[in-house]
């Protein structure tokens, strides 16, 4: 037997009481006389608690007084599909390649005779595209440099911009040569612009810009720091009717808004670097805690010019608030804004 084993048998059997029942095992003496042990040691040290002077016990001290404040963090979600990344674009592009080297060729001369004109036209148009992707550039699969087929760094025929493009001519040129009215060009519509007007000219108080984005509502104090919009919880009001009256006395009513939920979504806590205490009732306040509640916009636009105690706004991705509010600021909304 080990000797840790008989150690815990020797502390065991002092440990035991004297009027142990002669009807249970030596294994169950043994635990029942730990568990005495250890209620006999919990009744001592309460006893000794209870003998203590007055002045070893401590009150829990009150909690600090904090302003409650109800903000609102509203948003615009993105309107259009994001970016592709580098490797997306050379993805999509190899796979349109690859599809060229998979398909079956067009069986031409089961449409069209030798020698007819159709042939010749025929002809004439696969010289001129080489591929029957009209959008990826001239690449013919079974030429002698057909091995040639991968897309070299900055290639234009990996931008979807060019590749819409090069599908809006193909279509423009079809459509005209099959049109009864050769006085008058066709021209095919483009699509909109992933960049707008206000992208262009650094409008941040426009809705219509970083479509690709999420934009959130911040606005400016009269002392110059910029947040999301937030006031006060007054007397028996909820979170959330503070959360309505916020957007409604902070951004106007020219907004028709969505509350997503009941619950915040994060809080920022403020303390004030000494006390304010109130000369009436000479309470102190320490500071402030505002609780974020999550809110979309479906129209409108916001309106401060009744505000005077606001100077500005401004729709904001992430990165863009990171540089304008305070750092420690930041570090408490971050986490509930969207990465798009």
């Not at 069986?107 to 036209?121: C, L």
């Not at 760094?153 to 005209?176: R, W």
């Not at 707008?196 to 650094?202: I, L, Q, R, V």
């Not at 509640?293 to 009744?306: C, N, T, V, Y």
């Amino acid at each position: 037997m080990s000797s840790g084993s008989n150690g815990a048998r020797r502390i065991t059997s002092l440990l035991r009481p004297s009027n142990l029942d002669s009807g249970v095992c030596r294994s169950c003496q043994g635990t029942l006389g730990r568990r005495n042990y250890a209620s006999a040691a919990t009744a001592s040290t309460t006893e000794a608690a209870t003998d203590a002077p007055a002045f070893a016990t401590t009150t829990a001290t009150p909690p600090f007084p904090y302003t409650i404040k109800a903000g609102v963090v509203l948003s615009r979600p993105p309107q259009i599909t994001r970016d592709l990344e580098p490797f997306e674009k050379a993805y999509h592009f190899y796979q349109k390649r690859l599809n060229e080297r998979l398909a079956l060729p067009f069986t031409k001369y089961f449409y069209f005779k030798r020698g007819t004109p159709a042939d010749e036209d025929w002809k004439k148009k696969v010289q001129e595209r080489r591929t029957p992707a009209r959008d990826i550039g001239k690449y013919n699969a079974y030429a002698s440099d057909s091995w040639n087929d991968e897309l070299l760094l900055g290639s234009k025929e990996a931008e979807p911009e060019h590749q819409v493009e090069m599908l809006v001519q193909d279509a423009e040129s079809t459509a005209n040569a099959t049109s009864q009215d050769t006085s008058k060009k066709e021209e095919i519509p483009r699509p909109h612009s992933r960049v707008t007007e206000a992208d262009k000219k650094g409008d941040q108080k426009s809705l219509n810009r970083l479509l690709s984005r999420t934009l959130y509502l911040l606005v400016q104090s009269k002392e110059g720091y910029w947040k999301f919009p937030s006031t006060p919880v007054e007397m028996d009001e909820t979170l959330r009717q503070a959360a309505e009256r916020t957007l409604s006395q902070t951004a106007g009513v020219n907004m028709n808004t969505w509350m997503v939920g009941f619950h915040p979504a994060g809080h920022h806590v403020y303390t004030n670097r000494k006390p304010h205490v109130d000369k009436a009732t000479g309470a102190e306040n320490h500071g402030e805690k505002t609780f974020f509640l999550k809110s979309r916009i479906m129209a409108g636009q916001a309106d401060l010019s009744a505000k005077k105690d606001l100077k500005d706004f401004k729709w904001l991705s992430k990165e863009e608030i990171q540089s304008h509010v305070l750092p420690q600021y930041y570090s408490y909304i971050k986490n509930m804004l969207a990465d798009r």
